[in-house]
């Protein structure tokens, strides 16, 4: 069993920056596989990053490539999204999830590859 708890959304003027947490209980941390999705007002929830367990191999989508920078912290059992560059488009919930080792873009960004899901974190972001 894993429990995320995410942190630092806000409100955030166009440009700007965002550094988003999620702290994961447990001891198996760093066995599994770790995403961020985001879903924006009225629309479905869709893949934002993902990190394999060692924190060796990142997935972005397309959409944030270049902007956002997924990363983990296995000792501190944290993921964070690093946004930069952020755009009025990005306002969205956003959500950790945790789920077995899977490798490949096209698995990693499956919400069906996730076991574990946080209440997310609303981001705003102001044209």
């Known amino acids: 069993q894993v429990q995320l708890v995410e942190s630092g959304g806000g409100l955030v003027q166009a440009g700007g920056s965002l550094r988003l947490s999620c702290a994961a209980s447990?001891?198996?941390?760093?066995?599994?596989?770790m995403g961020w999705f985001r879903q924006p007002p009225g629309k479905e929830r869709d893949f934002v990053a993902a990190?394999?367990?060692?924190?060796?191999?990142?997935y972005h989508a397309d959409s944030v490539k270049g902007r956002f920078t997924i990363s983990r912290d296995n000792a501190k059992n944290t993921v964070s999204l690093q946004m930069r560059s952020l755009k009025p488009e990005d306002t969205a919930v956003y959500y950790c999830?945790?789920?077995?080792?899977?490798?490949?873009?096209?698995?990693?960004?499956?919400?069906?590859?996730?076991?574990?899901w946080g209440q997310g974190t609303q981001v705003t972001v102001s044209s």
């Open positions: 990190i394999a367990m060692s924190g060796g191999i990142t």
């Open positions: 999830a945790a789920g077995p080792p899977a490798y490949g873009l096209g698995a990693v960004s499956r919400r069906a590859a996730y076991d574990y």
């Open positions: 447990g001891r198996t941390f760093r066995n599994y596989a």
